[in-house]
């Protein structure tokens, strides 16, 4: 059986020891036992999220919790700004104009992060501004933002911050508490090595602030409702019972390697990542590449796109390619959750020879073997 390495920005590998507990007997949601699940299950997010806050989870994909956010937290024609310098902020943009609100837009060339100095101009040039929407990994260019610097100029304001941090959260540092993140969010398919199907939501006393005067529409995602059952804990619907006795098992694992030491592994697998690709003449695609994402410049000839098919349908490698204008035009490898040395290397032995195949060859065979090797057994 032909085994498949998804180094996908989502899904990502799933590690035999949560597959197991996915896999094992479903218990009932309104019990003790479930209770003491949740409640476990929300320390160890807090964890993750570092803060001290509580941690919604919701059951949907990431973008449930950011339809969640915008729906909660704001109400119609509030002023929102929004930063979008890919697919993943555009994302942030057409929620909030589907749910009517006014919307500053702060376009950045796709690759570029954005500056902080400049959302603090925005900022006071706009003094209505309700809440900033934000990425930490923004996923289709491999760029991570400033979340820190962005942060600081919106402490004492009345303004939240809101950030997307679903493919960065457990690669990419965010100090969520310390920096002053009122909102961050998550999904269970990036760095949590989960199936897709859960989302989470940090609320901050701020954000919390922010929902008794929201007028927007909410039922399914009313995060009242969420947080009153977060106390109890509960949950207002059936929650995705065998996710989240995953999620107990992958937070865990989380906990036991500690936040900081991941931060640092994945700092050094991208650059290991970064410099494999370098060795074989592909240009990082990024001007502040991510720990989660790595996106590489496609080699002219070769449309990415048609390079992901060939390393996943012959080689059980699946990497992506590039969405909207970088469709052919780049290919991302994604070093989140599970994903560690081994992997790599497989993916530079495989990437290497599918390169060959379709006529790219300014490389010495194995070139980005050894560079990968020199970095992460340095
Ligand atoms: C994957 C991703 C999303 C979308 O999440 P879904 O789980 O597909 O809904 C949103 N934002 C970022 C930055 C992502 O990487």
Redesign the pocket.
């Known amino acids: 059986m032909r085994k498949d390495y998804l180094l996908t920005?989502?899904p990502s590998i799933i590690p035999s020891s949560i597959r197991k507990v996915l896999g094992g007997e479903i218990i009932h949601h309104r019990t003790e036992e479930f209770g003491k699940i949740l409640q476990e299950v929300n320390e160890g997010l807090k964890y993750i999220f570092c803060t001290q806050n509580p941690v919604v989870i919701l059951t949907?994909?990431?973008?449930?919790a950011?339809e969640a956010a915008v729906s909660n937290f704001l109400s119609s024609k509030d002023k929102v700004i929004v930063v979008s310098g890919g697919?993943?902020g555009q994302?942030w943009a057409e929620i909030s104009y589907a749910y009517g609100l006014e919307v500053i837009p702060y376009n950045i060339e796709w690759g570029k992060a954005p500056s902080p100095e400049f959302i603090g101009d925005l900022l006071k040039k706009n003094k209505d501004v309700k809440a900033v929407f934000t990425?930490?990994?923004?996923?289709?260019t491999g760029t991570v933002y400033d979340i820190e610097g962005i942060a600081s100029f919106l402490k004492e304001k009345d303004t939240i911050l809101i950030v997307?941090?679903?493919?960065?959260l457990g690669q990419d540092r965010l100090l969520t508490d310390a920096w002053g993140v009122d909102v961050v969010?998550s999904?269970s398919?990036?760095g949590f090595m989960l199936p897709?199907g859960l989302?989470f939501l940090s609320v901050s006393k701020k954000a919390e602030s922010f929902l008794a005067h929201s007028n927007l529409p909410k039922y399914y995602f009313d995060l009242k409702k969420a947080l009153k059952s977060y106390y109890k804990p509960d949950t207002p619907f059936t929650p995705a019972i065998s996710l989240i006795m995953g999620l107990r098992e992958a937070l865990k694992v989380i906990k036991k390697e500690g936040r900081e030491k991941l931060w640092e592994k994945f700092a050094r697998l991208s650059l290991a990542t970064r410099e494999a690709a370098k060795s074989i003449g592909l240009k990082i695609f990024s001007q502040r590449p991510s720990s989660s994402?790595t996106a590489v410049v496609s080699p002219q000839k070769i449309k990415s796109s048609e390079l992901v098919k060939r390393l996943r349908q012959k080689y059980g490698v699946s990497l992506a390619g590039g969405q909207s204008h970088l469709k052919d035009k780049i290919l991302r490898i994604a070093h989140m959750g599970a994903v560690g040395e081994q992997e790599l290397i497989i993916c530079f032995s495989i990437l290497e020879k599918g390169l060959r195949e379709m006529g790219y060859n300014e490389f010495e065979t194995g070139a980005s073997l050894k560079k990968l090797e020199e970095v992460l057994y340095a």
């Open positions: 920005p989502g949907s994909s990431g973008t449930g950011m697919k993943f994302r990425t930490l990994c923004e996923t289709s997307d941090a679903i493919s960065g969010i999904g398919q990036k897709p989302a994402v």
